[in-house]
């Protein structure tokens, strides 16, 4: 494995001390970006040892440990430059599509074996780097093919959310579609109903925050995978989703996996809620696919008043999704009208709903002559009292 800036890291190098270097190996993700060429965000080892020694050899050492995951064997290393994940070599006994038994095991092979792709499952020796291949990963890098380990059946069988994050790898590594991966992801795709919502959810959002996921999605629907876990998602949807991605190239907009979500259901706000209620989303991405779902080709014709209605997020959203130029909102604020209820009062008119009436009016003027000064306003207020 080349060396990378994470490989000459000095807390790493402290980590790999504590635990020696031939009991350990750098493992999956971190491994194969770096074989790629590609920044590594999260950095995980494999181990021999049992978590219980790995937190006490941490301790020895000085590096404080979390046991976020220590019924599954794996432990937290707490480091200056980001955290490791430490996770004891295992094996599975059983798996039920959602859950896998496992048991600790001792050789590097075994753990190799129970990973989802050929790509995830390379070791690298944390003193040479030399790099632990056991099921041709290496190859299927250079290919630029995305396999998974041993039977592709048997591997989504293991765990459903393997179809979904078959589509994610081959979105980022694969030149091409697996014929066997394709296969079996369409013919068990209705087994993804038994994942958990907020699991579908969390890999939907991995997918479409990848810099081009259209033609994947396109992929999805054509095997039937995509009516699983988003039937609301057509053929005119799938358009949408790759005329959004064209806008964000064409205004140098960065990619956005709620923005895209919104462009693969129909512009309904109930439609929205119904989906943001099954995939569990947060109250604030409801809200955002809620409001984008209400977008109307008109947007584009105000695009500072559409804001100041709906917010410059949801505004930049609808715009995007509608093909408009949301470039009139870089940079702006969005403005508080120069007015108060008070002032009307204070020109004669009692207070109650002919104040209310008559500032909303004036706001409505203001808002469609572009956010005019407070001499303008002024003028504005003067007008109406003059109709009263």
């Known amino acids: 494995m080349p060396h990378t800036d994470w490989t000459g890291r000095e807390d790493l190098a402290a980590l790999v001390a504590a635990l020696g270097a031939e009991e350990m190996r750098w493992v999956g993700g971190c491994v194969r970006d770096a074989l790629m060429g590609c920044p590594s965000h999260d950095i995980d080892a494999a181990?021999?040892?049992?978590?219980?020694?790995?937190?006490?050899?941490?301790?020895?050492?000085?590096?404080?440990?979390?046991?976020?995951?220590?019924?599954?064997?794996t432990v937290t290393a707490i480091l200056p430059d980001g955290n490791v994940e430490v996770t004891t070599l295992r094996c599975d006994l059983a798996t039920d599509g959602r859950y896998a038994q496992v048991a600790y095991?001792?050789?590097?092979?075994?753990?190799?074996?129970?990973?989802?792709?050929?790509?995830?499952?390379?070791y690298a020796h944390p003193g040479t780097l030399e790099i632990s291949d056991y099921f041709g990963g290496l190859d299927d890098l250079a290919a630029r093919r995305v396999r998974f380990i041993g039977d592709a059946?048997?591997?989504?069988?293991?765990?459903?959310?393997?179809?979904?994050?078959?589509?994610?790898?081959?979105?980022?590594?694969?030149?091409?579609?697996?014929?066997e991966a394709t296969e079996a992801c369409s013919e068990l795709a209705p087994s993804l109903k038994g994942l958990s919502r907020e699991r579908v959810g969390w890999e939907l959002q991995n997918l479409l925050a990848l810099p081009d996921p259209s033609a994947t999605v396109a992929k999805m629907r054509e095997l039937d995978v995509l009516r699983e876990i988003l039937p609301e998602c057509g053929r005119r949807e799938v358009a949408n989703l790759e005329a959004l991605i064209a806008a964000e190239k064409t205004y140098a907009v960065t990619p956005d996996a709620m923005r895209r979500l919104a462009a693969m259901l129909p512009a309904l706000p109930p439609v929205a809620e119904t989906v943001a209620a099954r995939l569990r989303l947060s109250?604030?991405?409801?809200?955002?696919?809620?409001?984008?779902?209400?977008?109307?080709?008109?947007?584009?014709?105000q695009p500072r008043a559409l804001a100041y209605g709906v917010g410059i997020a949801c505004a930049k959203d609808r715009l995007l999704l509608t093909g408009a130029d949301p470039s009139p909102l870089q940079g702006w604020e969005i403005p508080t009208l120069p007015l108060k209820g008070g002032e009307i009062v204070a020109r004669g008119v009692a207070r109650g709903p002919e104040v209310a009436r008559m500032l909303q009016a004036i706001e409505r003027r203001w808002v469609a002559e572009g956010f005019p000064d407070r001499s303008r306003v002024e003028?504005?207020?003067?007008?109406?009292?003059a109709t009263r």
């Open 47 to 73: 181990t021999r040892h049992r978590p219980e020694r790995v937190i006490d050899l941490c301790r020895e050492a000085g590096i404080r440990t979390v046991p976020t995951g220590i019924d599954h064997g």
């Open 105 to 122: 095991a001792s050789e590097w092979k075994d753990d190799a074996a129970r990973r989802d792709f050929t790509i995830n499952a390379l």
């Open 153 to 179: 059946r048997t591997r989504i069988r293991e765990d459903h959310l393997r179809i979904l994050r078959y589509f994610r790898f081959a979105t980022r590594f694969a030149d091409d579609w697996d014929a």
């Open 283 to 301: 109250r604030s991405q409801r809200e955002r696919l809620t409001c984008a779902a209400a977008r109307d080709a008109r947007d584009g014709e």
């Open 379 to 385: 003028s504005l207020l003067e007008e109406a009292l």
